[in-house]
Nanobody, 125 residues
Framework: VQLVVESGGGSVQAGGSLKLSCAAS???????RGWFRQAPGKEREGVAT????????LYSDSVKGRFTISRDNARNTVYLEMNDLKPEDTGMYYC???????????????????WGQGTQVTVSS
């Protein structure tokens, strides 16, 4: 049973937009939700995080100003709206849930213990 499921990936041209969704059927009190991505031959990197209670967000420098993470707690769903996409945004995008004390979430992978299977985003030039 997959507890975290991503959707919304696809292929777009540079400058285009996509909106990813991450639906969780159970997160066991994990208060952080994050989006990570992995390009071929590269390590998985944190893109954006959101604290489900405080709403505090964090973005990597590479996506700041172009991507927006949001949550709908009633639906236990997190979104990643991606605008002005670039070829370097290409990769598999993963949603993850984790727990961190405090009111904001970091992008340390070890903080996230529940992962989805990913959704592919391809941006062509």
């Amino acid at each position: 049973v997959q507890l975290v499921v991503e959707s919304g990936g696809g292929s777009v041209q540079a400058g285009g937009s996509l909106k990813l969704s991450c639906a969780a059927s159970y997160t066991g009190g994990r208060n952080c939700r994050g989006w990570f991505r992995q390009a071929p031959g590269k390590e998985r990197e944190g893109v954006a995080t959101i604290h489900t209670a405080s709403g505090a967000t964090l973005y990597s420098d590479s996506v700041k100003g172009r991507f927006t993470i949001s949550r709908d707690n009633a639906r236990n769903t997190v979104y990643l709206e991606m605008n002005d996409l670039k070829p370097e945004d290409t990769g598999m995008y993963y949603c993850a849930a984790g727990y961190r004390a405090g009111t904001y979430c970091n992008t340390a992978r070890l903080s996230y213990t529940l992962w989805g299977q990913g959704t592919q985003v391809t941006v062509s030039s």
